[in-house]
């Protein structure tokens, strides 16, 4: 069974830093490319950052771009955030990128999310 | 940047009901479409790819049509565990990255 776990959330000020960490199990992670997708309270979803398999290639949302750093290794996927904002208060969802073909990259698996909370 | 637009933004239906929701892309995304559900609570859900094919254990009472900029997601018979919210989603443009349609909201009548 692919699962996808969140962790790293909380409450922190504005201008402060978290690191958001993503187990994966159910599949070989190093075969997969992977993204975050947050939502803030009562909003729709917002495609945040990509990951390819090797690490090197990384996209990212114009809203997180230069703050936002997307990593990975063997077991997980990181998000690191810093320069937070009170608009980036929202939940943080891992999700899978079913494959890199153009007819592929739908997002399959999502995690069930990390609240993070920007306030002071 | 492709923007997804949804409508309606809410639809009230009754239980049994069959009901359709929309999704334009603001230009052409051939047949690269994916359509999510989110229970309150819960995260999303892939019900459709590709514009049409249901994901792994999606019930065959959820199809999905269209290509291009227009695209439908049909309900044959809504049931209870049906209530809930629904994306559309592109994956034609990449990068820079995805773009998601607002949502619509299916609420008991």
């Known amino acids: 069974e692919v699962r996808l776990v969140e962790s790293g959330g909380g409450l922190v000020q504005p201008g402060g830093s978290l690191r958001l960490s993503c187990a994966a199990s159910g599949f070989t992670l190093s075969s997969y490319e992977m993204t975050w997708v947050r939502q803030a309270p009562g909003k729709g979803l917002e495609w945040l950052s990509y990951v390819d398999t090797t690490g090197t290639a990384r996209f990212y949302a114009d809203s997180v771009k230069g703050r936002f750093t997307i990593s990975r290794d063997s077991d997980s996927v990181y998000l690191q955030m810093n320069s937070l904002r009170a608009e980036d208060t929202a939940t943080y969802y891992c999700v899978r990128r079913s494959g890199a073909s153009v007819t592929r990259r739908f997002l399959d698996y999502w995690g069930q999310g990390t609240q993070v909370t920007v306030s002071s | 940047e492709i923007l997804m637009t949804q409508s309606p933004a809410t639809l009230s239906v009754s239980p049994g009901e069959r009901v359709t929701l929309s999704c334009r892309a603001s230009?052409?995304?051939?047949?690269?479409l994916a359509w999510y559900q989110q229970k309150p609570g819960q995260a999303p859900r892939l019900l459709i790819y590709?514009?049409?094919t249901r994901a792994t254990g999606v019930p065959a009472r959820f199809s999905g049509s269209g290509s291009g900029t227009e695209f439908t997601l049909t309900i044959s018979s809504l049931q209870s565990e049906d209530f809930a919210v629904y994306y559309c989603q592109q994956y034609n443009s990449w990068p820079p990255g995805y773009t998601f349609g607002q949502g619509t909201k299916l609420e008991i009548k």
């Open positions: 230009q052409s995304v051939s047949s690269h």
């Open positions: 590709g514009a049409y």
